[in-house]
C-alpha cells in the first residue's frame, strides 16, 4: 500500500485516529483532516514521530467550500488522492419526539452531509485518473433501531446508502466504494454515553428493557479493529469487493 495518499476525516476522533495510525503504518501517506485543530495536530505528531507519513489539515466537513478549498490543498501538497475514509461522526442523544430542530441538523451535517462533501469533492478527482477507493466508517446502528439514538441513526443509514449508490455510479471507473459499520467500541463518543463505572459491562451484557442485546463475543471493539476493516476494504485484497457493508460489531446486531 505504498506510494498510496488516503485522506481521513473524523482524524482526531477514536476510530479516526486509529485509521490514520493504521494507514501510515502501511506505508501510506495520510492528510489528517479535522475540525479540531489542537487534538489533530496531537494525532499527527505521533505518527510523525515515529518516521510515519501525516499531515494536518484542519477543516469543518460541513462547509463545501472548505471542504473543496481543502481536497485542492491535499492534492496539491501530498499529491494525488488514491483512497478516502469518511470517518467523522457527531451523536446526541436522545428520544426521537425531545430531539431539538438543532441536534437533527448537526447530526445530518456531519454525519452524511459532510460524507457527501467530501466524497464529492474526492471522487470527483478520482473519476479522471479512473482509480480509486472510498470507504465510509457508518454504525450497526444504521440498520438496528436504537432507542435514543434516532437522529444518529438515521444519518448513518443515509450515508450508508449514499456511500453504496455513489459506488455504483463509479464503479465504471474502477473506484470502489464501501462501508464499515462498527458496533460499541471503546472510545469517547462510548464512554460519554456511560452514566456510572458499568458502562462497558451494560455494553457488553446488553440492555433488554431497550430492546438491545449485548455483544456475542463478550467484548468491546477496540478502534484498531475497525481500522483494520478499513485498510482491508482500501487495499488490493479488496480489489473485487464494492458497496459491501461490512459489520465490526462482535455479533451484537446478530449479523443483521
Given at each position: ?63 463545501s467550500a472548505a471542504v473543496e478549498r481543502t481536497v485542492d490543498e491535499v492534492e496539491r501538497r501530498l499529491g494525488p488522492l488514491t483512497d478516502l475514509v469518511n470517518a467523522a461522526g457527531v451523536l446526541r442523544l436522545a ?103 458499568d458502562g462497558a459491562k451494560v455494553s457488553v451484557e446488553g440492555v433488554p428493557e431497550a430492546f438491545r442485546v449485548g455483544i456475542p463475543l463478550g467484548r468491546l471493539a477496540r478502534p484498531a479493529d475497525v481500522a483494520d ?28
Amino acid at each position: 500500500m505504498t506510494e498510496k495518499t488516503a485522506l481521513v476525516t473524523g482524524a482526531a476522533g477514536g476510530i479516526g485516529a486509529a485509521v490514520v495510525h493504521d494507514l501510515a503504518a502501511r506505508g501510506i501517506t495520510v492528510a489528517a483532516v479535522d475540525r479540531d485543530p489542537d487534538r489533530l495536530a496531537q494525532v499527527v505528531a505521533e505518527v510523525t514521530a515515529h518516521g510515519l507519513r501525516a499531515e494536518a489539515f484542519p477543516c469543518d466537513v460541513t462547509s463545501s467550500a472548505a471542504v473543496e478549498r481543502t481536497v485542492d490543498e491535499v492534492e496539491r501538497r501530498l499529491g494525488p488522492l488514491t483512497d478516502l475514509v469518511n470517518a467523522a461522526g457527531v451523536l446526541r442523544l436522545a428520544r426521537a419526539v425531545d430531539l431539538t430542530d438543532d441536534d437533527w441538523s448537526a447530526t445530518f451535517a456531519v454525519n452524511t452531509t459532510g460524507v457527501f462533501h467530501v466524497s464529492r469533492a474526492v471522487v470527483a478527482r478520482m473519476v479522471p485518473r479512473r482509480s480509486g477507493a472510498v470507504v465510509t466508517v457508518a454504525s450497526n446502528a444504521a440498520g438496528t433501531a436504537r432507542q435514543d439514538m434516532a437522529a444518529y441513526a438515521a444519518s448513518k443509514a443515509a450515508a450508508t446508502m449514499f456511500t453504496k449508490c455513489l459506488g455504483l455510479e463509479v464503479a465504471q471507473y474502477g473506484i470502489r466504494c464501501n462501508v464499515v459499520a462498527p458496533g460499541s467500541t471503546d472510545t469517547p463518543m462510548l464512554t460519554a454515553m456511560w452514566h456510572d463505572t458499568d458502562g462497558a459491562k451494560v455494553s457488553v451484557e446488553g440492555v433488554p428493557e431497550a430492546f438491545r442485546v449485548g455483544i456475542p463475543l463478550g467484548r468491546l471493539a477496540r478502534p484498531a479493529d475497525v481500522a483494520d476493516a478499513v485498510a482491508f476494504l482500501l487495499s488490493d485484497r479488496a480489489a473485487h469487493i464494492t458497496l459491501h457493508d461490512l459489520t465490526v460489531d462482535g455479533g451484537a446486531a446478530l449479523g443483521v
